[in-house]
């Protein structure tokens, strides 16, 4: 049972695709979503969505944000979905040294500092 996988940044529409399956990457864990599943909401945290289509494989690095799975479609509101394909490495590794050598002096330094070291981190394992 096929199911529709939206994915929806603030600029566009990035992705509207059939699946056979797909894989969230929620804040606390990683959800696999096949047809039929019972409906929910939840937080996407920094890393993978991967999808298995007719066509083959494929993976996104979101940025965050919200899925909604309902009636076999899993919308996904995101800041940024970005093809793994089109990251690098060394750059993905340079952010991380820069989030990491942020101030962390105030409460809002310090969830900035966690923000930026949490998506820096997902984007070095995406891009592996």
Do not use: H, W
């Not at 695709?17 to 039929?36: C, I, N, R, S, Y």
């Not at 940024?80 to 990491?100: C, F, G, H, Q, W």
């Amino acid at each position: 049972m096929a199911i529709r996988c939206v994915v929806v940044t603030p600029e566009r529409t990035e992705l509207d695709k059939e699946a056979d399956f797909v894989a969230l990457p929620m804040f606390d864990g990683e959800l696999g979503v096949q047809g039929g599943r019972a409906p929910m909401i939840g937080r996407l945290g920094y890393g993978v969505l991967r999808l298995q289509t007719t066509a083959g494989p494929q993976r996104f690095f979101v940025d965050g944000g919200f899925a909604q799975v309902e009636s076999d479609v899993v919308n996904v509101l995101t800041a940024r979905a970005i093809p793994v394909d089109l990251l690098n490495t060394d750059e993905a590794t340079k952010s991380l040294a820069e989030a990491l050598e942020m101030p962390s002096e105030t409460p809002e330094q310090s969830q900035i500092k966690e923000t930026a070291v949490l998506r820096a981190r997902g984007q070095l394992r995406a891009s592996r």
